[in-house]
């Protein structure tokens, strides 16, 4: 059983930076960061496989960066030129397969509580 806490989240300014992180324990494959605003659908940011593979959603590209440490415990995902439509809870997950895709929340088994950023 994996498990996951998110920690960093805050309110930022428009053209402002954020810094996620989240502490993953258990064996897992894929680790991903989705995020959910309010009467919304839950949608994936950003996914890095074992084998270093990343893969971002299109409003992620260029501006979000996903990253783990060498010893697979802490995720992050660095957030750069942030806009008032990235305000949403931000949820790391994680699976012991390579067969998900941050298109499909659902593939993802493992979920972090939540940690909530606000974009003014």
């Known amino acids: 059983h994996v498990q996951l806490v998110e920690s960093g989240g805050g309110s930022a300014q428009t053209g402002g930076s954020l810094r996620l992180s989240c502490v993953v324990s258990g064996d897992h494959r894929m680790v991903a960061w989705f995020r959910q605003a309010p009467g919304t659908t839950r949608e994936g940011v950003a996914g890095l496989g074992d084998d270093g593979s990343t893969s971002y959603a299109e409003f992620a590209k260029g501006r979000f960066t996903i990253s783990q440490d060498g010893a697979k415990t802490t995720l992050t995902l660095q957030m750069n030129s942030l806009q008032p439509d990235d305000t949403a809870m931000y949820f790391c997950?994680?699976?012991?397969?390579?067969?998900?895709?941050?298109?499909?929340?659902?593939?993802?088994?493992?979920w972090g509580q939540g940690t909530q950023v606000t974009v003014s």
């Open positions: 997950a994680a699976a012991r397969t390579t067969y998900c895709f941050i298109d499909l929340p659902s593939t993802f088994t493992s």
